[in-house]
């Protein structure tokens, strides 16, 4: 399986600010996706990050809100913006080597808004 | 809409005492069922992916099973070190988003010594 980081791994921020997360793979893989964990819920995907073209967004999340890049086939971002305490979350990246494999998950990033 | 319902909630085993997850779910055609651990503060690990009705995997303590309408993680003889939230997923050919899973909220495994 890949080896995947996330930066960071916590961080807690105030109200209105954006904070973007980096995910970083040890190899190139096809799929990156980008996965909300909110406490007491289920792991819900927000995203499928797409290299060199637009995310494709879940029902719910909105590109302006959720803006995610892919500029190649090992590396992405995902910037929650003007942050509200319900963004309060765990965040994670997973990847998948080919459209059908399993999907690996990131170590996530703990995100606190005040 | 794939959904995905996990039970029980909670699981409080002793050292030995062996038992059963279990996951049901809706799916509109499966293209997978998957099992993850993940422990507290790290992200989901994987640990198994079922395909179709009737198949099973081993790892250990561990063994899943499918059916056309549910999975069980059956756990022998369980150590603490088994202690984990157990998610359960599924990825159906339907309409949406290629590939995403859908997971259920887990089970959260205690086992005490």
């Known amino acids: ?114 | 809409e794939d959904q995905v319902t996990q039970s029980p909630e909670a699981l409080r085993l002793q050292e030995g005492e062996s038992s059963s997850l279990n996951c049901s779910y809706t799916v509109s055609g499966l293209r997978g069922l998957f099992w993850y651990r993940q422990d507290p503060g790290k992200g989901p690990e994987f640990l198994f992916t079922l395909y179709s009705a009737g198949e099973e995997k081993e790892k250990e303590r561990l063994k899943a099973t499918l059916t056309k309408k549910e999975s069980f993680l059956h756990i022998t003889a369980p150590k603490p070190e088994d202690s984990a939230t157990y998610l359960c997923a599924v990825q159906g050919t339907g309409g949406g988003s290629n590939y995403k899973l859908t997971f259920g909220k887990g089970t959260l495994l205690t086992v005490n010594p």
């Not at chain 1, 494709?56 to 995610?68: A, L, R």
């Not at chain 1, 305490?85 to 703990?110: H, M």
């Open chain 1, 1 to 114: 399986s890949a080896v995947i980081s996330q930066k960071p791994s916590r961080d807690i921020c105030q109200r209105g600010t954006s904070l973007t997360i980096q995910c970083q793979v040890d190899s190139q893989v096809t799929m990156m996706f980008w996965y909300r964990q909110q406490p007491g819920q289920s792991l819900t995907l927000i995203a499928t990050a797409n290299q060199g073209s637009e995310a494709t967004y879940e029902s719910g999340f909105v590109i302006d809100k959720f803006p995610i890049s892919r500029p190649n086939l090992t590396f992405s971002t995902l910037t929650v913006s003007n942050m509200s305490p319900e963004d309060s979350s765990i965040y994670l990246c997973s990847v998948s080597r080919a459209k059908e494999e399993t999907q690996y998950f990131g170590p996530g990033t703990r995100l606190l808004v005040l």
